[in-house]
């Protein structure tokens, strides 16, 4: 059994444990908020057997195994550090730090991400960023598909994500204190996307709108790579896009259905051929997928992911705070 804690119980974390509990042998062992009534809420909906009042209580539970982090972007890095770095937590028993799943973006910059990655790998404790499209079967797929060369050699990748967020100022979206606007929110997914399939770029191009509250509320980028590829990303607080993936190949393309990120299928559409379609429909949120991963990384005792390593992490991160500054984007 994998016990699992939770550090902040809000939408996110709700879509979390609901399917953590379609996991066997994982357990919502912990719930932990600045507000002990949230927590005792969020845990008793959950039936899970600890509703803690601070972020700090989690390290005084000896058989938790780990903890998602799903806070707003600017408390990551500093709630990731307290797990990772630990405490005594009762006689006897000194815990070198719990192995953290956090939500992306791992933090609001690279030096931030840094220090996480260096004190994972200093103490030897699992860390990863909880980048949930990379465990989707669709995604894996369309993988599988590039790397069989039945596309041939990928020229392009296009993809956007954009919804109509009502202009609440209150709100996190467009709130600058949380972090909030297009890029770190939803325009990670399209670069996540680019850098999956192509690398880190050699050229990047960015630009943004900025809203009333000071939050970019649209965010363009174009990247080229060394091998002559590009790639056209998008994303937007403004309107509803299609959210969709377009993997360009010389003798084919790939369709990653909407949205994207958590798509549940995938077109491959070989030149002047009839697509193949590949359903990949489920009953979850899709949280599931990443949930086993890190379950299956703990058993075989990695401290980190083979699919989506800490150097992916920083990498893509790298390349946040590169459009961030092409594009005027400050927090």
Not at 25 to 43: C, H, I, K, M
Not at 180 to 200: M, R, T, V
Request: glycine residues 10%.
């Amino acid at each position: 059994m994998t016990r699992w804690g939770i550090l902040g119980p809000g939408r996110i974390a709700h879509k979390f444990a609901q399917d953590l509990l379609t996991v066997p042998d994982a357990q919502l062992y912990a719930v932990a908020s600045t507000n002990l009534q949230r927590a005792e809420e969020f845990a008793k909906e959950y039936n899970a057997p600890h509703a803690l009042g601070s972020y700090e209580e989690l390290l005084s539970l000896p058989d938790l195994d780990v903890v998602y982090v799903a806070t707003p972007h600017t408390k990551h890095h500093e709630n990731v550090m307290l797990l990772l770095n630990g405490k005594v937590s009762q006689p006897g028993l000194v815990r070198p730090g719990l192995a953290v799943l956090g939500e992306k973006p791992f933090a609001m910059n690279g030096e931030q991400v840094r220090e996480m990655v260096e004190t994972a790998r200093t103490k030897g404790t699992f860390l990863m960023e909880a980048l949930w499209s990379r465990f989707m079967p669709g995604i894996e797929k369309a993988l599988e598909l590039i790397q069989s060369g039945v596309i041939g050699k990928v020229v392009s990748v296009k993809a956007d994500f954009g919804f109509k967020a009502p202009l609440l100022p209150e709100n996190r979206l467009f709130d600058k204190k949380l972090g909030g606007g297009a890029l770190l929110d939803i325009g990670i997914y399209p670069l996540f996307l680019s850098y999956l399939i192509l690398g880190k770029p050699t050229t990047i191009k960015a630009s943004a709108i900025f809203g009333s509250t000071g939050v970019d509320e649209q965010c363009g980028m174009v990247l080229t790579y060394a091998d002559g590829q590009i790639a056209l990303l998008d994303s937007t607080l403004q309107a509803k896009t299609d959210c969709i993936g377009l993997i360009q190949g010389e003798t084919g393309q790939i369709r990653i259905h909407s949205r994207f990120h958590e798509t549940m299928g995938i077109s491959l559409v070989p030149e002047d051929q009839e697509p193949t379609e590949f359903d990949f429909t489920r009953t979850t949120h899709g949280y599931d997928y990443e949930i086993r991963h890190v379950m299956q990384c703990l058993a075989d005792g990695r401290t980190e992911s083979p699919l989506w390593s800490l150097d992916d992490s920083l990498n893509l991160m790298d390349l946040l705070d590169a459009i961030r500054a092409e594009a005027g984007i400050v927090y």
